[in-house]
């Protein structure tokens, strides 16, 4: 009997040391089980932080218009799906039918330079527009009329005494003192005798109409006041004597 006693006690013993060992193990399990939870949640928020600061770093880095730029393979395996989407979307943007259609379209027809607003065109220009909007210095009837007037006063005289003679004509049209026309100059009554000897009526040579468009183009080489042509001494003075002439001021 006392020997069933000290077994009862030994079980008791036995039983309540297996009870606090489980109550033990449980305990540990439990503190075990809390530690790992507390540890994923740590590193499910520093990878969810992780991602977060990768995507805003793509958001505002360089090529941010791209969705972000990879920059090793660790960084494209954390790409969040969204990120994925907007960049598959701008690729497939740029690279998109009506892009491509227009940048062929730029290709085939190029942009038109712009002309230069300085240069010697634009002087060659000013020039072309002066003389569309400057009236002629002379019309074909004084041309006409003055050929024909050098070619009855001096024909086969050299080129420069043709000169004078015409001269002498622009000279007068400029005077107050006689017509302002080289037709009312040459048919002034008693003036030139060619008009009434029928010389001014001669075929002008190719010398005379020469002489007659330059005079018409450039001007009187003779002095302003210079305006007697003939074979005596008029006015106030001889200014020049040829021999065929005097030229004389008024």
């Given at each position: ?29 439990e503190e075990e089980t809390i ?69 062929e379209q730029q290709k085939e ?142």
């Open positions: 009997m006392r020997t069933n006693k000290i077994l009862n006690i030994m079980m008791s013993a036995a039983v309540m040391a297996s009870v606090a060992s489980g109550t033990v193990l449980a305990e540990e399990t530690e790992y939870r507390e540890m994923n949640e740590t590193e499910g928020q520093a990878e969810k932080e992780h991602v977060l600061e990768q995507k805003k770093g793509k958001e505002i880095g360089p090529g941010a218009e791209y969705g972000g730029c990879e920059s090793n393979e660790g960084d494209a395996a954390q790409e969040t799906e969204e990120a994925v989407y907007v960049r598959m979307g701008t690729v497939e943007e740029l690279n998109g039918p009506e892009t491509a259609a227009k940048a027809e190029p942009e038109s330079i712009k002309p230069q607003e300085y240069g010697p065109h634009m002087d060659l220009l000013a020039k072309e527009t002066e003389a569309e909007e400057t009236p002629p210095l002379y019309t074909d009837e004084d041309l006409y009329i003055l050929a024909h007037a050098i070619c009855g006063e001096g024909q086969c005289c050299p080129d420069e005494e043709q000169l004078y003679i015409g001269s002498v004509i622009l000279n007068r049209r400029s005077h107050g003192a006689y017509p302002n026309t080289i037709q009312g100059v040459v048919f002034q009554r008693g003036q030139y005798a060619c008009t009434w000897d029928g010389n001014y009526y001669r075929e002008p040579t190719e010398a005379n109409w020469r002489n007659a468009r330059w005079l018409l183009e450039n001007g009187s080489v003779l002095p302003e006041n210079v305006v007697y042509q003939a074979g005596f001494r008029q006015g106030s003075g001889i200014y020049l004597q040829t021999r065929y002439h005097k030229y004389c001021y008024r």
